[in-house]
């Protein structure tokens, strides 16, 4: 059975640093596409961007290049995401997807990870 | 790179059809057969239901059909359920330079 496990909700201050993660299991974690997602409060999905596990190739969302970094250990099947200075406005629910056989859908999805910036 | 066009709510009573617009532009949607749709319950992981623009996962009903014509995708969800009440989302392929793009989302409500 494919999972995506994500790591649990954190509470944050402006201006630090943090890493989420997303284990996957049940399938070839190096040959499929992992993607993230950002869901803020009451809003859409928004794609943030996508990795191959397999040799790291990462593609970053133009909205979002620079202010956040993907990255995965292949050696315990987990990607993650990364922010150096967290802003109020990171304030949102991440999910990761794996990416389906067709490298375009994302056809299982982890629980969520909520992520809450407040001074 | 903007999100696609959704129509904000959408909404039918039990057995009848409601049918989702989606419409991108000649770089997205219009540039390739890559659109899928999500369905997401409140409080809940999204939900894949379409992908390939047409085609359905195992375990998705066939309530649920995808057609795309031009720049514009289009879900159609049959015979509604009350289960049916959730937020639905279109996502298509955009180029290497912005990976994939979401609707802005439909509240699909059953009377």
């Known amino acids: 059975e494919v999972q995506l496990v994500q790591s649990g909700a954190e509470v944050k201050k402006p201006g630090e640093s943090l890493k989420i993660s997303c284990k996957g299991s049940?399938?070839?974690?190096?040959?499929?596409?992992i993607g993230w997602v950002r869901q803020m409060p009451g809003k859409g999905l928004d794609w943030l961007g996508i990795?191959?596990?397999?040799?790291?190739?990462?593609r970053y969302s133009p909205s979002v290049q620079g202010q956040v970094t993907i990255s995965a250990d292949k050696s315990v099947s987990t990607a993650y995401l990364q922010w150096s200075s967290l802003r109020a406005s990171d304030t949102a629910m991440y999910y990761c997807?794996?990416?389906?056989?067709?490298?375009?859908?994302?056809?299982?999805w982890g629980q969520g990870t909520l992520v809450t910036v407040s001074s | 790179q903007s999100a696609l066009t959704q129509p904000p709510s959408a909404s039918g009573s039990p057995g009848q059809s409601v049918t989702i617009s989606c419409t991108g532009t000649?770089?997205?949607?219009?540039?390739?057969?890559?659109v899928s749709w999500y369905q997401q319950h409140p409080g809940k992981a999204p939900k894949l239901m379409i992908y390939?623009?047409?085609k359905r996962p195992s375990g998705v009903p066939d309530r649920f059909s995808g057609s795309k014509s031009g720049n514009t995708a289009s879900l159609t969800v049959s015979g509604l359920q009350a289960e049916d009440e959730a937020d639905y989302y279109c996502?298509?392929?955009?180029?290497?330079?912005?990976?994939?793009?979401f609707g802005t989302g439909t509240r699909v409500t059953v009377l």
């Open positions: 000649s770089s997205d949607v219009g540039a390739n057969n890559y």
């Open positions: 390939g623009v047409t």
């Open positions: 996502s298509s392929y955009a180029g290497n330079n912005n990976p994939r793009v």
């Open positions: 049940g399938y070839r974690f190096t040959t499929s596409w």
């Open positions: 990795i191959y596990p397999g040799d790291s190739d990462t």
């Open positions: 997807a794996k990416v389906g056989f067709s490298g375009y859908e994302a056809d299982y």
